[in-house]
């Protein structure tokens, strides 16, 4: 079944398989994600000195700590998505439970808008650290070349 939401805000039902599976992809990423975040937590160390430097502080301050809150955020969407993959059940249970199951689906498309606007912000954010450690590499470099 398609999934969409049409404008009088009615929530299309999907096929328990095809929100079984969205739930193991939003798992997966996330896994991803947070392997992810203990690299860039590296990087960040690797290059705190440079960060630390006047010209950057405030943009690394700001960068640090937004990175420090996508890491708690990671932790709580894994939890909703683990919750809700674990209630899968409502959907296959052969009880039919129209309340529950409604809930259930809406559940499933805010949790999609909630993983998706994740993704973009992480990604915007992920940017915005390769671009300031990219800038205190070169710095870095004509630095030691100057000496």
Do not use: C
């Amino acid at each position: 079944m398609s999934a969409a939401i049409n404008k009088n805000k009615m929530i299309e039902w999907l096929d328990p398989n095809e929100m079984h599976e969205a739930s193991l992809k939003w798992m997966s990423e996330l896994k991803f994600i947070r392997d992810e975040q203990l690299f860039l937590n590296d990087l960040v160390k690797s290059y705190t000195l440079q960060l630390t430097d006047s010209e950057v502080f405030t943009e690394s301050k700001e960068i640090i700590g937004a990175i420090t809150t996508a890491e708690k955020e990671v932790i709580i969407l894994m939890k909703k998505v683990q919750a809700h993959e674990n209630q899968l059940e409502i959907m296959l249970d052969q009880i039919d439970q129209l309340k529950l199951e409604k809930e259930y689906t809406e559940t499933h498309w805010e949790l999609n808008t909630e993983m998706n606007s994740y993704s973009v912000h992480y990604r915007e954010l992920k940017s915005r650290l390769f671009k300031l450690v990219t800038k205190v590499m070169k710095k870095d470099k004509r630095n030691r070349l100057l000496n």
